[in-house]
């Protein structure tokens, strides 16, 4: 910004003043002038502001990624978290997750494809309950369960829901997935799944994400309903470049 300073007051001629002074710099003629200036020129002030914006969105990048690797522990090792795929996968995908989201709904399917066609890539999932009440008490029933096989199963049928989770949705696919219900609502009014589920919203506000879907892919932050594509591309940069064959 400095140097887009500099530039509009040589052409202005300023420094061609012997006698310049900070009063001088800050009078209404020179106001004037660097204003006639910007009028004449909007297109200097649109650079500027590109420039502005850019050097913006780095810097919110760069926060954006230290602050995961404060909360690495919590955010890809937390015992209270179910996960999908091998622990020493070269790619984790963490995901923070509503049930009531459609965008999360629509995501579903793209991402288990994925994760089923590529023995290196691990999912964590991330329960955060933020649209409703109903979709706090079932991630608390999700938490809830032992079995990770009895979780995917849950998450996936409710993740393949149409409409709105509610405790009659939650009461049925409990009953599905063939666990005890009322040993699960038991165990989901602990305080123990009160905390996870605070914990997890304690750690998306330290990483900015105030919304569903959101991944962490390679230390990233991606908002928002990923395509497949964008996912199998953001698995490639997290792999790194392929070795070239030898010759």
């Known amino acids: 910004m400095i140097k887009k300073c500099l530039i509009i007051c040589s052409f202005l001629g300023i420094f061609a003043a012997p006698t310049l002074t900070t009063e001088v710099l800050a009078d209404e003629a020179f106001e004037k002038k660097v204003e006639n200036y910007l009028m004449q020129n909007p ?11 850019d050097y913006y969105a780095i810097e919110d ?94 998450h996936s049928k409710l993740m393949s829901s149409r409409g709105s989770v509610n405790p009659a949705l939650l009461e049925r696919t409990l009953k599905e997935i063939g666990v005890d219900v009322e040993a699960v609502k038991s165990r989901a009014a602990d305080t123990s799944i009160a905390e996870t589920i605070d914990r997890t919203q304690a750690l998306a506000g330290a990483l900015g994400i105030n919304g569903t879907p959101a991944f962490v892919i390679n230390d990233e932050i991606h908002p928002g309903a990923l395509s497949e594509d964008q996912l199998r591309e953001l698995i490639a940069e997290a792999r790194g470049p392929k070795p070239k064959s030898a010759n």
Do not use: W
Not at 43 to 53: G, K, T
Not at 115 to 141: G, Q
């Open 43 to 53: 297109d200097v002030l649109a650079r500027a502001l590109e420039n502005l914006q």
């Open 61 to 154: 990048a760069k926060r954006q990624r230290q602050s995961v690797l404060d909360n690495a522990e919590e955010l890809y090792s937390s015992s209270s978290d179910f996960t999908l795929g091998p622990k020493n996968a070269s790619v984790t995908i963490v995901e923070f997750f509503d049930y009531n989201c459609g965008y999360c709904k629509r995501v579903f399917p793209s991402l288990m494809k994925i994760v089923e066609e590529n023995d290196d890539v691990r999912v964590v999932f991330k329960e955060f309950p933020i649209l409703s009440e109903n979709s706090r008490t079932a991630a608390s029933y999700a938490l809830a369960l032992d079995e990770q096989l009895k979780f995917l199963t849950y």
